[in-house]
């Protein structure tokens, strides 16, 4: 198989950003300067109460 070493499949980067979100790596409440990545976001919506369980697990499965 043969398969690009820089690549690395959306699940993957979105796990490693998950386990970075949840430890705290991520999220600065006052951040301004760098945007976050939209499944960031999507996790800090899903927090903060924005953004329902139901339409998370939505939008996560088609960003996969």
Do not use: C, H
């Not at 820089?6 to 430890?23: A, F, G, H, Q």
């Not at 109460?49 to 139901?54: D, E, F, I």
């Amino acid at each position: 198989m043969f398969y690009n070493r820089k690549w690395l499949p959306s699940e993957t980067v979105m796990d490693i950003e998950k386990e970075k979100y949840r430890n705290g790596n991520y999220y600065v409440p006052n951040a301004t300067e760098t945007p976050f990545p939209e499944y960031v976001e999507m996790m800090i919506a899903l927090d903060n109460g924005t953004l329902s369980a139901v339409d998370f697990q939505r939008k996560e499965s088609s960003l996969k």
